[in-house]
């Protein structure tokens, strides 16, 4: 029991000690955001999900002895489905770029290879390695966007697929529309397309999902997180959007399915996915402070991306590691190196309390 419920029932049956003078002890929320302010480096929301995904988890609190079931899967399987315009069979859920990953490399003997942009996102590559999968970097371009054609010239008689992050990370860049639409059309005819699109909802890119390709038929799988905009990085859950053939191959193999899923974190994607106006509101926030970054680097003459996303990159004038190690006594922590860009630096955007501790920070460094 704890000291001051003790006290408490001490003194209710007289015989509880002269009490203490304490002083005001600040609310659950007020300490976490004190202690996860200044986290800036694993492009997070700076903001808790809805209020609604909390009801939801609470309503589910009393069920956690019960393992989760095929009918709850089933459901927000439809869910999303309906969202996305596809069948619910194309649905699997989880976080499954890591068991895809090995998925695919356990069809090949040897694991063969997987395309992808470097610096990228790399857990279906890093997975896959465990059975013999191979990446196959190929750098960005001038721009620090996917080299489409480069990633073309790159696929072999043992790719197993490429993949893709749109926006990317870490430059939060996007490519021409017209030349993304024709590279997966044509590398879809020619292998699988994966398009990780974590950071899609923090702009007006609804219309270049690559889940419009997967709706017509096309070799490409789209995948989406909950951990960014919606706010449940701590629930671990997503959602992948894939041709049937696949989709059916992988629940086969275990990937998807209900053991493989947490209660709390169905419920809560479920009132995430359900609750557009919180949604809408994050995005809006996001963007403002985004903008106030983009602002303060051109203030400062400092060469940055037009990042889409929910951070900012940028290439520093003064050593990079320096910089970091600056900001973190500042009590500050942003994305880590991504070689060969070394001289870049990723930050997350955060609450507008931060957005203000970091141009601060930039300004005492640069100025």
Known sequence: ???????????????????????????????????????????????????????????????????????????????????????????????????????????????????????????????????????????????????????????????????????HNPSGTLEDKAAFDRFIEQTAARTLVVVDEAYLEYDDLAGRSAVRFTRTGANVLTFRTLAKAYGLAGLSIGYALAPLALARSLRAAGVGGPHAQNRLGLVAAAAALDDRPHLAAHVRRVHAERERLHATLDRLGLRHTDSRANFIFFESTRPADTVRARLAESGLKVGRAFPPLDAWIRITVGTTAETDAVIAALDAIYR
């Open 1 to 167: 029991m704890r000291g001051f419920q003790r006290r408490q029932l001490l003194a209710a049956v007289g015989l509880a000690a002269p009490a203490l003078t304490l002083a005001p002890r600040a609310n659950a929320g007020e300490q976490t955001r004190r202690a996860d302010f200044g986290r800036l480096s694993l492009n997070e929301s700076a903001e808790p999900p809805s209020s609604a995904v909390k009801r939801a988890i609470a309503a589910n609190l009393d069920r956690l002895h019960r393992y989760v079931d095929q009918t709850e899967v089933d459901a927000l399987s439809r869910q999303i489905a309906k969202l996305e315009g596809v069948d619910p069979e194309q649905v699997v859920l989880g976080e499954v770029l890591e068991p895809l990953g090995l998925h695919l490399a356990g069809t090949r003997p040897g694991g063969g290879e997987f395309v992808y942009s470097t610096p990228g996102y790399t857990a279906l590559i890093d997975a896959s390695a465990a059975v013999g999968g191979k990446g196959v970097g190929v750098p960005l371009n001038t721009r620090l966007e996917n080299d489409l054609p480069a990633l073309a010239a790159a696929i072999g008689d043992r790719t197993l697929a490429v993949s893709l992050v749109n926006p």
